[in-house]
């Protein structure tokens, strides 16, 4: 028999053949798996970003709408709660706002928002690690009378019990506009 004869191929090239695809279909789960890793580290990086931004930007809108009380208490903070008024335009009336911070059984924060009695509202659902936040006042040499303005400076680690070694850093001050200008 000669080799333009043969009409079907060997078991050794067929083992070879099953060979090669293995090792291709390998590399390419091999390849999927990992794309797939890294897109949830992605997705969830960016949800903890997105959640900190709408946290920062709901306390900041807040912090700009604050109006100076009667009794000149400004703002009440303690290790895990901040209260201060704002005007509500809607109702014409001045309301407390309390952003609270909830230890959860993970060992995270979920950060609330309460307006007056009303119900409490989550804004970050467990993925706080850490925080603190103080208020603070400094002065500002404008010339001959310096200027004293109050901030508000927030500190927040943000991570998530899911998000193994997915964190970030966020620090800033917010300075209250209206506050600043009754000052």
């Known amino acids: 028999m000669t080799i333009s004869d043969r009409k079907a191929f060997t078991l050794v090239e067929i083992l070879v053949a099953a060979g090669v695809s293995a090792v291709f279909l390998g590399m390419v789960i091999s390849l999927f798996m990992g794309f797939s890793k890294s897109f949830s580290a992605g997705e969830g990086s960016a949800v903890l970003m997105q959640e900190c ?11 700009n709408n ?24 809607q109702d014409g009336v001045v309301k407390p706002i309390i952003y609270s911070a909830v230890l959860q059984t993970n ?24 925080f603190s936040w103080k208020l603070n006042e400094e002065s500002i040499s404008t010339g001959a009378t310096p200027v004293k303005r109050l901030g508000l ?21 917010f300075y209250p506009v209206r506050a600043n200008k009754m000052r």
Do not use: C, W
């Open 107 to 130: 060992g995270y924060y979920n950060m609330t928002r309460r307006i007056a009695n009303g119900k409490a509202h989550t804004i970050v659902k467990g993925k706080i690690a850490s």
């Open 66 to 89: 604050s109006v100076m009380p009667k009794d000149g208490n400004y703002m009440t903070i303690d290790e895990n709660q901040i209260k201060f008024n704002v005007y509500d335009s």
């Open 53 to 63: 931004a709408l946290f920062t930007a709901r306390l900041r809108n807040d912090l």
């Open 153 to 173: 400076e927030i500190n927040l680690k943000m991570g998530s019990s899911d998000l193994k070694n997915k964190s970030f850093d966020f620090k800033t001050t």
